[in-house]
């Protein structure tokens, strides 16, 4: 008999277990929903990437050549700098076609080489809230015959942290058009994207 009554205490610990567990993972999953939709934008009409939105978007360009984005790298006693945006609008819900501009001081040989950007693709928001984007981008580089110019991919997540801004980690490509003076490159930047609409 107290075999028995063991018994029964056990499994109804377990099922008491069992049962805060189902909670706690209740709990999570509306959590979790509540922070998704709390993000998410709204398609009807009024949400940031809407048809007829524009984006004012800057980006760490981490020693990008040929980019539109901030930066500032010192490498062998160069030291290089940009400043640039981009800006877009949205043709229509999710997909804006966008444009870029930078100045910068390429660094090289020491000399103070002016720099001048420029970028041009189109950016598309996946679920709202996933943006890949294609763009061609390149440079000017004064006294300089070979100028850099780039195809780039580009996907991160856009953290929207208010109904009209978002932060957007995110990984690039760029395929180099000039591979015999310039590479290819492969890095991480994070965007910073304003919507106004």
């Known amino acids: 008999m107290y075999k028995v009554f063991i018994y029964f205490i056990a499994l109804l610990h377990i099922n008491q277990t069992i049962l805060i567990m189902k909670k706690l993972l209740l709990f999570a999953a509306i959590a979790v929903f509540g922070m998704t939709t709390s993000f998410a934008q709204d398609g009807d009409g009024g949400g940031a990437t809407d048809e007829g939105s524009f984006m004012i978007n800057i980006n760490t360009g981490f020693g990008e050549v040929g980019g539109t984005g901030f930066y500032l790298t010192s490498q062998d006693g160069n030291t290089s700098w940009n400043a640039g945006a981009d800006v877009g609008y949205f043709i229509m819900d999710d997909l804006a076609i966008r444009a870029g501009l930078g100045y910068g001081d390429s660094g090289f040989d020491g000399a103070g080489a002016s720099m001048f950007s420029y ?20 440079s000017s580089i004064k006294d300089f015959d ?23 980690p995110g990984l690039r490509y760029n395929l180099s058009m000039n591979d015999d003076f310039y590479d290819s490159t492969f890095n991480f930047n994070i965007g910073f994207a304003l919507f106004l609409n």
Do not use: C, R
């Open 146 to 168: 070979e100028n850099p110019s780039y195809v780039g991919l580009q996907a991160a997540y856009a953290w929207f942290i208010a109904d009209n801004v978002s932060i957007e």
């Open 119 to 138: 970028k041009i693709g189109a950016k598309y928001y996946v679920i709202g809230t996933i943006p890949v984007g294609v763009d061609y981008s390149g």
